[in-house]
T-cell receptor
Framework: KAGVTQTPRYLIKTRGQQVTLSCSPI?????VSWYQQTPGQGLQFLFE???????NKGNFPGRFSGRQFSNSRSEMNVSTLELGDSALYLC????????????FGSGTQLSVL | SQQGEEDPQALSIQEGENATMNCSYK?????LQWYRQNSGRGLVHLIL???NEREKHSGRLRVTLDTSKKSSSLLITASRAADTASYFC???????????WGAGTKLIIKP
């Protein structure tokens, strides 16, 4: 069974641009969640999708958005990039939600210049 | 904001010794999970312990949960070089459906 796949692996953008990150969950997993990891703030929950519906959102500005498609693949979008958005963005999938074992992708390292 | 606090922030021990990491949290939880992360890559699930459980084992790992003290510990016995990684705890709560992460413990195993 293939693991969670995140693309791209690395991304360099400039301030003001927007970016879209992609996550393909393990086959059969309906929950996809996203996290931001920085040296200063650690791991922070962004949002979780289940069957194309956003179930919860962390404390991030509206510039951070996401969606999930009918095949459970998910995308995360950040608009009007700021220097502070530089981070490792991780997605994870599970069968039913956040209260069970999560399988993580390798992440997308985003650098904003 | 983070619910979990982990200590120590960093731990360096000799190969073969036991390593203990602690996680504290602020509100009541449903479950607590431990994950390992190698060199800024994706996280790997280690153990999930439910709020009505007190102890769980998996190979060389032992996790305890004390809900009265709102804390959990992860013990790695007979450490190996491959255990060098950062270890995170994560909690989920009924009242707010999110996953809250601790700051992590960086574990270094010296050969």
């Amino acid at each position: 069974k293939a693991g969670v796949t995140q693309t791209p692996r690395y991304l360099i953008k400039t301030r003001g641009q927007q970016v879209t990150l992609s996550c393909s969950p393990i086959s059969g997993h309906r929950s996809v969640s996203w996290y931001q990891q920085t040296p200063g703030q650690g791991l922070q929950f962004l949002f979780e999708y289940f069957s194309e519906t956003q179930r919860n959102k962390g404390n991030f500005p509206g510039r951070f958005s996401g969606r999930q498609f009918s095949n459970s693949r998910s995308e995360m979008n950040v608009s009007t990039l700021e220097l502070g958005d530089s981070a490792l963005y991780l997605c994870a999938s599970s069968l039913g939600g956040l209260n069970e074992k999560l399988f993580f992708g390798s992440g997308t390292q985003l650098s904003v210049l | 904001s983070q619910q979990g606090e982990e200590d120590p922030q960093a731990l360096s021990i000799q190969e073969g010794e036991n390593a203990t990491m602690n996680c504290s949290y602020k509100t009541s939880i449903n479950n607590l999970q431990w994950y390992r992360q190698n060199s800024g890559r994706g996280l790997v699930h280690l153990i999930l312990i439910r709020s009505n459980e007190r102890e769980k084992h998996s190979g060389r790992l032992r996790v305890t949960l004390d809900t009265s003290k709102k804390s959990s510990s992860l013990l790695i016995t007979a450490s190996r070089a491959a255990d060098t990684a950062s270890y995170f705890c994560a909690t989920d709560r009924d009242s707010n459906y999110q996953l809250i992460w601790g700051a992590g413990t960086k574990l270094i195993i010296k050969p």
